[in-house]
């Protein structure tokens, strides 16, 4: 069972930058794809990015990303540290909110699966990010 756990929230400037990490204290991220997604005031919880994990074990992982963060955002993992990482640059004050983590062993034929909440198996417990302006 993987369980997720979150760290690197807090208060930036706009402009600036955070890194999220987000670490799995049961099973292996291994053979998982994950992602992270995000809940803004007042909005639907929102995808942001997804690194996904092709069952050949031959391709390299791909990476998506919402047009919202394409470019400022980079998802990334270290299978040595059990743990996924999201480094956001240039952040907006529109852009305070609820960040998660998510993870799936699920291996889904189409890309647009892994954009939709529902698809994940195993969550983070979300972590505040505050923007100032």
């Known amino acids: 069972q993987v369980e997720l756990v979150e760290t690197g929230g807090g208060l930036v400037q706009a402009g600036g930058s955070l890194r999220f990490s987000c670490a799995s204290s049961?099973?292996?991220?291994?053979?998982?794809?994950v992602a992270w997604f995000r809940q803004l005031p007042g909005e639907e919880q929102e995808f942001a990015s997804t690194l996904i994990w092709h069952a050949d074990g031959a391709t390299s992982e791909n990476t998506y990303y919402s047009d919202s963060v394409k470019g400022r955002f980079t998802i990334s993992r270290d299978n040595a540290q059990n743990a996924i990482y999201l480094q956001m640059n240039n952040l907006r004050t529109e852009e305070t909110g609820v960040y998660y983590c998510?993870?799936?062993?699920?291996?889904?034929?189409?890309?647009?699966?892994?954009?939709?909440?529902?698809?994940?198996?195993?969550w983070g417990q979300g972590t505040q990010v505050t923007v100032d302006s």
């Open positions: 049961g099973d292996t991220l291994t053979k998982s794809s």
């Open positions: 998510a993870a799936t062993p699920l291996v889904y034929k189409s890309n647009s699966f892994y954009y939709r909440k529902g698809s994940y198996r195993a």
